[in-house]
């Protein structure tokens, strides 16, 4: 193996590390931005106002009031600004530790060093930790993040949880959640044409109706989906038919893609997918991205598809490849085979009928712990067994 360490290679698979947290301060940034926006204006029109008042004879106890009230605001404004810039802080102080943990790179001279051995250490933390919390094992990431203090400001917990919690809720049938953060990300959705908000909305109509509230759903649909009747106009229109199809799984009903639950999971992804893509964060997981890449340089043809038996040769305590082991076999299955310019086979290669090479010594001290007699001989992967004449030496070049 080359002993050449490149940085460059891992900082291409880290983006999101750092683009998640300055999305997060753009985001506090444009919420301190429209807090002083609307107070300013507000407290603007009503000096104004004080001022008018007071120069047509007001009585002083209104003008006192009224000053009362806009110096309340500014306290208002005030601690929501303090909340923000804590906000900031912390979020400035995840930026530094991921900096930090990035620059640790270019100080690794080889694969070999001590300090690339701490360093991927920590980051297989990090990607655990990031895969825990995508499929909701929350008490496991945080007891992997007590335990390893040095990844908390490199793990995105708060995010992922609030994506976990969501996600959740609309597998169980409730939209209040994914509405709520629809209308804390309005301007994301609209700028990038996401419809995700209109089809959440679609399904609690559905299930207004689905429940025998018409008149609800007809006003709900009124408010939230005919505005959308310049983008959305046929699936308002189907689904203004629902009101004369009453809910039904029979195969004879036009709606019942409509009235299907499976709706609430395609709704969980589509939320999951706008979300991850709103905070630039990787489809599938990093740690899933960085197996398959590694499952995929692992690769050949000769491993294990699915439908060989070779659960037998575990018994003789054989190695197997990652590839054919039962735990990954599944992950590998859709990778693409690895492209090797040169091949390597053990000393005294022979090979069997059916065409797979093994080599002499490995191949029949294979078949002696399979238990097969002298003169015999089994394919490891196969099974299939022959007569120890049938073999040929061959020289693979």
């Known amino acids: 193996m080359s002993k050449d360490f490149n940085p460059e ?3 291409l698979l880290e983006q999101a590390l750092l683009r998640l947290p300055q999305q997060l301060m753009r985001q506090n940034f444009k919420s301190s931005q429209k807090f002083i926006e609307r107070d300013v ?11 008018s008042s007071g120069m047509n004879g007001a009585r002083p106890e209104e003008s006192v009031k009224q000053v009362d009230a806009m110096i309340g605001r500014l306290q208002g404004l005030k601690r929501k600004l303090e909340g923000l810039r804590d906000e900031e802080n912390a979020l400035m102080a995840k930026s530094k530790a991921r900096l930090y943990h990035l620059q640790d790179l270019y100080s690794i001279k080889s694969v070999d060093d ?24 929350s008490e496991s990431a945080e007891a992997l993040i007590e335990a390893n ?22 597998r169980n049938g409730s939209t209040a959640e994914c509405l709520a953060w629809c209308q804390d990300n309005k301007s994301y959705l609209k700028k990038a044409k996401n419809g995700l908000e209109f089809d959440v909305r679609l399904q609690q109509y559905i299930e207004y109706v689905r429940h025998g509230r018409s008149l609800e759903a007809i006003a709900y649909s009124q408010k939230y989906l005919v505005t959308n009747a310049d983008t959305s106009l046929d699936a308002i229109l189907r689904s203004s038919a629902l009101l004369v199809f009453p809910a039904s799984d029979d195969d004879d009903n036009p709606y019942k893609d409509l009235y299907s639950q499976e709706r609430w999971n395609q709704l969980a ?24 890449a590694g499952l995929s340089a692992l690769k050949t043809p000769s491993c294990k ?16 490849c990652p590839i054919c082991s039962p735990e990954l076999n599944e992950l590998s ?26 080599g002499r010594h490995t191949l029949l001290q294979f078949s002696e712990k399979a238990g097969l007699p002298e003169g015999k001989v089994r394919d490891p992967t196969t099974g299939d067994e022959w007569d120890e004449s049938a073999i040929r030496r061959v020289f693979p070049s």
């Open 9 to 11: 290679n891992y900082i």
């Open 41 to 51: 204006n507000y407290i603007s029109g009503a000096a104004t106002e004080v001022l």
């Open 114 to 137: 001590k300090e690339y051995e701490r360093w991927n250490r920590v980051r297989l933390h990090r990607l655990l930790v990031d895969n825990l919390l995508r499929n909701g094992y």
């Open 149 to 170: 203090e040095s990844i908390r400001d490199l793990a995105d917990v708060d995010i992922l949880m609030q994506c976990k919690k969501i996600e959740e809720s609309l």
């Open 269 to 292: 992804d589509s939320f999951v997918a706008t979300h991850h893509t709103l905070h630039g964060l990787s489809m599938p997981s990093l740690l899933q991205i960085s197996l398959s």
């Open 305 to 320: 598809s699915g439908t060989h038996p070779i659960s037998f040769v575990t018994n003789y305590n054989s190695s197997l």
């Open 333 to 358: 299955k859709p990778l693409p085979y690895a492209h090797h310019v040169r091949s390597s086979v053990e000393p005294d290669p022979v090979m069997l009928p059916n065409g797979r090479i093994y």
